[in-house]
């Protein structure tokens, strides 16, 4: 379904083109779009039936058996998108690229971390750009490494620094607050690396992730992550458990020790979510969210069958991977390296984890290259299930009840930033 295009903004000076297109009436801003759509206005889909939801011991188990799809109401996006934050290419000065998270603020702006110039830009209702915030540095409201962005009830925004360790409270117009160290004050092991924050609960505890050093040894290996919630007080850290961290491949090459990670390697994934956080390992797939005090909640799991790796499969892998180094014998060498390391016999489980703005889990499909669509499976915070094909290129940053926000990078590394509507089942129409 195609909808209307809303007259565009006048906007000569402003860094970002922005263009929106509703079916709803035109002129509504996008902060009553964002209220129309807010979880609290939405009904939750209906469980399908053959969906086995079971609790044990307080846990809720959701087995979706050998085909999520096959159980789960199947929804469908939106033809356009309700709008569009884009570069202008008028001037060829202001460009956005490395968007790695977009938020939504108060009074429908939009936060936008963008890695470039470690800065949150801010977009009001209109997709104009209003503010900046931040800056490189290590003073008070500056940054080293953005990494995501995390509203904070009633009105302000975190932001997790990877290379500071720590996360930036900032207050609604962008003003400093504090920082909650994400590094000091806690007990590490030898050959650790400090904790970095992944996300923030509703009640301001933040999330991190201890990493251990990998060995240095040749061999496929997965060194060890521990996760831990640190209170809103920034005191103490609730340990929530240890597993398997993301699989690398050390090998030596003229004497040194190289680092990297082998073609369809295993991952450990974790997503915040408001009032827990999901942790999966994509060797198989399933996923479980444990509340701030490590306690496991939920269960997700599948006997989906993974794809096994061809010898095609593992061409279009490597050609993703290296997609930006130019032809030539580097190129050719990185390659070789790949085919020389590659172990697996079938693709991960599935391919990435998101946590919704209400508590679920949504999750997409493995892909080895880019395809035109990626299914996604989305578990609701009441056990409801259902699925969408979202376009291969979109990179997922905020799933809603009934939208879903990402960034598609062109072939210039430009981003665009795209907010789509989640329509009802195939067929209906409307959400």
């Known amino acids: 379904m195609t909808g209307k295009t809303l007259k565009k903004p006048q906007v000569p000076r402003s860094r970002f ?73 008028d001037d060829p000065s202001f460009v956005v690229s490395k968007v790695v998270d977009v938020e939504l603020l108060s009074q429908g702006r939009i936060a936008v971390a963008d890695d470039v110039g470690n800065e949150v830009l801010v ?18 409201g500056e940054f080293r490494r953005l990494g995501w962005l995390a509203s904070k009830p009633p009105d302000s925004l975190g932001v997790g620094d990877f290379r500071l360790f720590r996360v930036t409270v900032l207050d609604a117009s962008g003003r400093f607050v504090r920082n909650v160290e994400t590094a000091s004050g806690m007990t590490r092991s030898a050959g650790t690396v400090p904790g970095r924050p992944i996300g923030l609960l509703s009640d301001g505890s933040v999330v991190t ?30 340990v929530v458990g240890t597993w398997p961290g993301d699989e690398l491949s050390p090998f030596l090459e003229d004497g040194l020790l190289q680092m990297t990670a082998p073609p369809f390697g295993r991952r450990f994934h974790i997503a915040a979510s408001p009032d827990g956080v999901w942790l999966a390992d994509d060797d198989h797939w399933e996923f479980r969210q444990y509340s701030a005090g490590g306690r496991l909640r939920t269960v997700v799991r599948s006997t989906v069958s993974p794809t096994a790796v061809s010898d095609r499969l593992l061409e279009e892998r490597i050609a993703e991977k290296y997609r930006h180094v130019s032809p030539g014998p580097e190129l050719e060498g990185f390659k070789a390296d790949q085919r020389r390391i590659a172990g697996h016999a079938t693709t991960p489980g599935f391919g990435s984890m998101l946590g919704t703005v209400s508590g679920g889990v949504a999750i997409g499909e493995y892909q080895a290259g880019r395809a035109p669509t990626r299914t996604w499976v989305v578990v609701d915070s009441t056990g409801g299930v259902t699925t969408v094909d979202l376009p291969g290129a979109l990179e997922v940053k905020r799933w809603g009840p009934d939208w879903v926000i990402g960034v598609v990078s062109d072939e210039l590394d430009r981003d665009e930033i795209r907010w789509y509507r989640i329509l009802g089942a195939v067929g209906e129409g409307g959400g």
């Open 123 to 140: 977009f009001d209702s209109a997709g104009r750009h209003v503010a900046t915030w931040g800056g490189a540095g290590d003073g008070p």
């Open 17 to 89: 083109e922005n263009t929106r297109r509703t079916r709803m009436s035109a002129g509504l801003p996008i902060g009553l779009i964002l209220f129309m759509l807010a979880p609290t206005g939405c009904e939750s889909p209906p469980r399908p039936q053959g969906l086995t939801v079971t609790d044990s011991a307080g846990v809720r188990i959701i087995e979706l058996g050998p085909d999520p799809d096959g159980v789960a109401e199947r929804r469908v996006l939106a033809d356009e998108p309700d709008w569009v934050i884009r570069s202008r290419e």
């Open 209 to 238: 992730v201890v990493y251990r050093s990998p060995a240095p040894v040749e061999g496929s290996q997965r060194p060890e992550v521990e996760v831990t919630v640190i209170p809103p007080s920034g005191e103490g850290a609730e």
